[in-house]
Structure formats: structure tokens, C-alpha cells
């Protein structure tokens, strides 16, 4: 864990912005050849204040010049539902199927690869962008996990950098690899291709 992960809000909240303000985050410096994707992780407790530091980061990044486009996950399936005419569907059978048959049931109409991804990007076509927010991540679980996300975006987010802000911890083991482990309980599998944004120097 980074030790800036256990500093005050207010403390991140300057580290983040100084980074993705910066040139060296922008034009992608300091991370070799890999896909520009950074995770920022935080304790679930800290999710109203999260949501709060991530709009204020939008509002200020702006006045700066750069602009985000932010993608909401919970959002995003909520409305790739309507868009298919089955959101009022799955309201009415949600009280009368079991738990593993709901996430079965979402996990099919909103596979990562197949909707999910495409959806995503074509709002990064459709948008004037210099960095992509994700969130919504906790409340998305289980039927989208954060690593398929993360996998099946690689190949179509590389231009830009990539900011998911996850409610966890992204760790690195020289024994079990990275993992990002969701409410810092939850192994939501192996990921090892994101930095830890805490870590990234301005």
C-alpha cells in the first residue's frame, strides 16, 4: 500500500490533481510500454467523500485545460438495459429468481466483451477527452468485475490515461502477482498491468 493511501483526503486530493494536470501523466511518461491505465484505490468508508474529490477533480481539471470524460459503470449498465428493453424485465423478476441466477442473468445481457466494452467505446469516440474517469465499480459487483473490464478495455483505451477508482486495494505479492481486492475483502481477480496512481511521481 502506498503510504499516501492512508493520508487525509485533503492530501490525495493535491496529489491527484498535481498528477493529472501534469504533462508527465498526459503524454503518458514514466510507465514504459504499457496501456496507461491507473488505479486509484480507497477505503469503501470513504466512497461519499470519493464521489465528492472526483467531482472536484473534473471541476478543476477543466479550469486547467483538461478535460475528463467520466463513465459511471452502475450508470452505464443501467442504461445499456433500458436501451435493450429489458431493465423493466429484470425489476420484475429480481424478488422471484435465486441470487446466482440474477448475476447469471445480467452477466449474459451485459458481457464485458460483447456490450460492455463496445458501449464504452463509442463514448470515447463521441467525446473531446483527455483523461477517462471509471467508477461505480463497488455497485456494479458481481455481475462486472473490474479486471474484464480492465482486460477487454485494453486494446481500445491506450491512447489516453485511465483513472479507475476502485473501492479496495490493488495489491502487488511477489507471490500471487497484482490483485485488485474489492472492499479490500473481495479478490476481484488478477490484474498486474495498472499502476497505483498514489505511486505515480508528478
Same mark, same amino acid.
Given at each position: 500500500?502506498?503510504s ?6 485533503s492530501?490525495?486530493? =493535491?496529489?491527484l490533481? &498535481?498528477?493529472m494536470?501534469?504533462n508527465?501523466? %498526459? /503524454?503518458?511518461?514514466?510507465i514504459?510500454? +504499457?496501456?496507461?491505465f491507473?488505479?486509484?484505490p480507497y ?5 461519499m467523500?470519493?464521489e ?5 477533480l ?6 486547467k485545460?483538461v ?5 459511471n459503470?452502475y450508470?452505464?449498465?443501467i442504461?445499456?438495459?433500458?436501451e ?9 423478476v =429480481?424478488?422471484?429468481? &435465486? ?6 442473468l %445480467? /452477466?449474459?445481457?451485459l458481457?464485458?466483451a +460483447? ?7 463509442k463514448?470515447l469516440?463521441?467525446s473531446?477527452?483527455h ?6 465499480v ?8 473490474s479486471?474484464n473490464v480492465?482486460n477487454?478495455?485494453q486494446?481500445?483505451?491506450?491512447d ?6 476502485f ?7 511477489l507471490e500471487?502477482?497484482a ?7 473481495l /479478490? ?5 498491468r495498472?499502476?497505483?496512481i ?5
Amino acid at each position: 500500500m502506498s503510504s499516501l493511501e492512508t493520508k487525509p483526503l485533503s492530501e490525495r486530493f =493535491e496529489h491527484l490533481l &498535481s498528477v493529472m494536470s501534469g504533462n508527465r501523466f %498526459l /503524454q503518458k511518461q514514466g510507465i514504459g510500454n +504499457e496501456v496507461p491505465f491507473f488505479i486509484c484505490p480507497y477505503q469503501p468508508k470513504d466512497s461519499m467523500e470519493m464521489e465528492q474529490i472526483q467531482k472536484q477533480l473534473i471541476k478543476q481539471l477543466h479550469q486547467k485545460g483538461v478535460h475528463v470524460l467520466e463513465i459511471n459503470l452502475y450508470d452505464l449498465t443501467i442504461e445499456l438495459l433500458q436501451e435493450r428493453d429489458i431493465f423493466e424485465q429484470i425489476l420484475e423478476v =429480481e424478488s422471484s429468481v &435465486s441470487k446466482e441466477e440474477l448475476k447469471e442473468l %445480467l /452477466q449474459n445481457v451485459l458481457d464485458s466483451a +460483447e456490450h460492455l466494452i463496445p458501449a464504452i467505446s463509442k463514448k470515447l469516440q463521441d467525446s473531446e477527452f483527455h483523461i477517462l474517469f471509471l467508477s461505480g465499480v463497488g455497485e456494479v459487483f458481481p455481475y462486472i468485475r473490474s479486471h474484464n473490464v480492465l482486460n477487454n478495455l485494453q486494446s481500445r483505451a491506450k491512447d489516453k490515461p485511465t483513472v479507475m477508482f476502485f473501492p479496495g486495494k490493488y495489491t502487488h505479492s511477489l507471490e500471487s502477482g497484482a490483485s485488485l481486492d474489492l472492499f479490500g475483502l473481495l /479478490q476481484d481477480d488478477k490484474y498486474y498491468r495498472a499502476f497505483n496512481i498514489y505511486e505515480y511521481k508528478v
